[in-house]
């Protein structure tokens, strides 16, 4: 189905055959144990379980009561249950078993590379493209960009400045960074999710923001994502602003935990540099949208934080408790986790109840009982 010029999206279950005239399948944009993400999923998420709404509501009462002020879910952040290695297998799994393709794997965590480095000291990571979703702040919000196969001799010199700009961001040094990162040809950037109102300023402004970042820096970006846990009104909005700027659209699955990504890209590139001349000289970008998109969103969310809020006895960083992955600054500037937080006082009841009602939520009998209450699918349309 027709998206731009030369960009296309298929959904596997209209032609459950359209992925075999291809060679290679491409995951974008998924993240490792490497990523820090922000604990303000458990709002978004207890809204959807009447369980877990009541006894966060109750806990934030009890916090305002305790500290006159509201919970900051800002102040804290979890990671990621897979290691690189691990996360690295899923994604190549899909695509060799569902698609029976070549897989190419990008991975890219927010603002670091250590994941790919590491990879790539390893036989099966040799070829790991080096890659990042970097934070750009930009009037009042913020977007994430994916920076992909960043080359490997001037990747940490470039990680630095990027990390620079987000810390003391200078607008008018920015045109001169995407020149910079965009003048190696084998370099993709991609603007992720760019309707995602992250920092909660409204919608309407947003967008109307984000289409300005793309007029803007157009000459530097090489496509628009359609992301694979966002909501496909949302992506048709991602499609229009694509179209709007003659820009393909491309995959990014922005998996966190252990569903694979539910968008990939198909090519006869052979290699991740040939996918990126691909996209960044003729627009070429073939999207597949596959089956696990269709089942609602909440229960795929839902699924996702069971999996954060589960024990792995296997972990890349020995972290066996859910909360050996979640950490906070104290106001000493010392970072701990939660486990050697709560290592004298034991677990609040409130987070054990919590965490235990995620991981009821997300076990299979429950996660089919969720898609009966959940808003029905729309047959997704372009």
């Known amino acids: 189905m027709q998206a731009t010029s030369r960009s296309r999206v298929h959904f596997a279950w209209q032609r459950p055959d359209v992925w075999k005239v291809y060679r290679t399948g491409v995951s974008l944009h998924s993240h490792t144990s490497h990523s820090r993400e922000t604990l303000d999923f458990i709002p978004r998420f207890s809204r959807a379980v009447p369980l877990l709404r009541e006894a966060v509501t109750a806990q934030e009462r009890r916090y305002r009561r305790i500290h006159g002020r509201e919970i900051d879910y800002f102040s804290a952040w979890w990671t990621p249950p897979l290691g690189p290695r691990e996360a690295l297998a899923l994604e190549r799994a899909q695509i060799e078993e569902k698609l029976e393709l070549q897989p190419l794997v990008s991975l890219s965590d927010h603002d670091n590379i250590e ?223 939660l486990a050697d937080s709560w290592s004298v006082g034991g677990q609040p009841a409130i987070v054990s109840a919590f965490a235990s009602l995620a991981r009821l939520a997300g076990a299979p009998p429950m996660r089919l009982a969720l898609r009966q209450f959940a808003a029905p699918v729309q047959e997704l349309v372009l």
């Open 115 to 337: 994941a790919p480095l590491l990879l790539r000291n390893l036989e099966e990571g040799r070829e790991t493209p080096i890659s990042v979703e970097w934070t750009v702040p930009f009037g009042n919000t913020f977007f994430h960009l994916g920076v992909h196969n960043l080359p490997p001799r001037r990747a940490a010199e470039r990680m630095e400045a990027l990390n620079r700009f987000t810390r003391n961001p200078a607008p008018a040094q920015l045109d001169g960074l995407l020149d910079w990162l965009a003048e190696d040809p084998h370099t993709l950037i991609i603007f992720n999710h760019p309707c995602w109102d992250e920092k909660g300023i409204g919608h309407t402004a947003h967008c109307r923001q984000a289409a300005d970042f793309t007029r803007r820096f157009r000459p530097w970006l090489h496509a628009i994502e359609l992301n694979g846990l966002r909501p496909w009104t949302e992506n048709r909005l991602n499609l229009a602003l694509a179209g709007s700027v003659h820009l393909p659209v491309i995959s990014g699955g922005d998996r966190h935990t252990t569903e694979p990504n539910a968008l990939v890209n198909l090519t006869n590139a052979s290699t991740f540099g040939e996918f990126v001349e691909e996209v960044r000289e003729y627009g070429y970008s073939h999207v597949l949208v596959m089956p696990q998109y269709r089942e609602p969103l909440t229960v795929r969310v839902i699924h996702a934080v069971a999996d954060v809020m589960r024990d792995n006895s296997e972990h890349t960083h020995g972290w066996i408790q859910w909360t050996d992955r979640v950490f906070f600054r104290r106001a000493t500037g010392k970072v701990e986790s």
